[in-house]
T-cell receptor, first 113, second 113 residues
Framework: AQSVTQLDSQVPVFEEAPVELRCNYSSSVSVYLFWYVQYPNQGLQLLLKYLSGSTLVKGINGFEAEFNKSQTSFHLRKPSVHISDTAEYFCAVTSRRDDKIIFGKGTRLHILP | EAQVTQNPRYLITVTGKKLTVTCSQNMNHEYMSWYRQDPGLGLRQIYYSMNVEVTDKGDVPEGYKVSRKEKRNFPLILESPSPNQTSLYFC????????????FGEGSRLTVL
């Protein structure tokens, strides 16, 4: 069975500072990994995904994530955050043989002025 | 405009009164799914559908039913709602199943008294 763990439920960071949101997964097969963002009072939207190929994945709004198979991680990073990045971020995992997708519990990103 | 539309957006009901939350997408996606979002628990998949007349249980299907008679519609049915089904519900669709980008509706906030 697959699972995903987001290690931080909340992350406060000052505006223009870098941020890393951590995600670890567990799976016995090759995985597909995603980061989704949920802005206040909205549905989720895709930030980026890893299916295969380059382990460094670039997404929208300046975010990127690195797939690390040995550490079973898919951490999300941004070099300089903006107040508009205030949102909840969800890591998710599935696999080629799977019709289900498993979401993490989410990390709330608080941008401090 | 490509979108996933859920109705109602907000609903307060009482225990045992059957209700249906509708979901419709205009992108000709084959894959559709329902999730509930609860504080501290993230998103959990309720049911999903790979195509018309094909539905399957997600991780938390108890107390819910779905049907997929047409490609564009995927209603969520609560035959006898209970207070523990008070939650924020999201419908999503995808062209490529869970491996592709999920497009989410804006959510339906349900309160069961």
């Amino acid at each position: 069975a697959q699972s995903v763990t987001q290690l931080d439920s909340q992350v406060p960071v000052f505006e223009e500072a870098p941020v890393e949101l951590r995600c670890n997964y567990s799976s016995s097969v090759s995985v597909y990994l995603f980061w989704y963002v949920q802005y206040p009072n909205q549905g989720l939207q895709l930030l980026l995904k890893y299916l295969s190929g380059s382990t460094l994945v670039k997404g929208i709004n300046g975010f990127e994530a690195e797939f690390n198979k040995s550490q079973t991680s898919f951490h999300l990073r941004k070099p300089s955050v903006h107040i508009s990045d205030t949102a909840e971020y969800f890591c998710a995992v599935t696999s080629r043989r799977d019709d289900k997708i498993i979401f993490g519990k989410g990390t709330r990103l608080h941008i401090l002025p | 405009e490509a979108q996933v539309t859920q109705n109602p957006r907000y609903l307060i009901t009482v225990t045992g009164k059957k209700l249906t939350v509708t979901c419709s997408q205009n992108m000709n996606h084959e894959y559709m799914s329902w999730y509930r979002q609860d504080p501290g628990l993230g998103l959990r998949q309720i049911y999903y559908s790979m195509n018309v007349e094909v539905t399957d249980k997600g991780d938390v299907p108890e107390g819910y039913k779905v049907s997929r008679k047409e490609k564009r519609n995927f209603p969520l049915i609560l035959e006898s709602p209970s207070p523990n089904q008070t939650s924020l519900y999201f419908c999503a669709s995808s062209l490529l199943g869970p491996h592709g980008e999920l497009f989410f509706g804006e959510g339906s906030r349900l309160t069961v008294l």
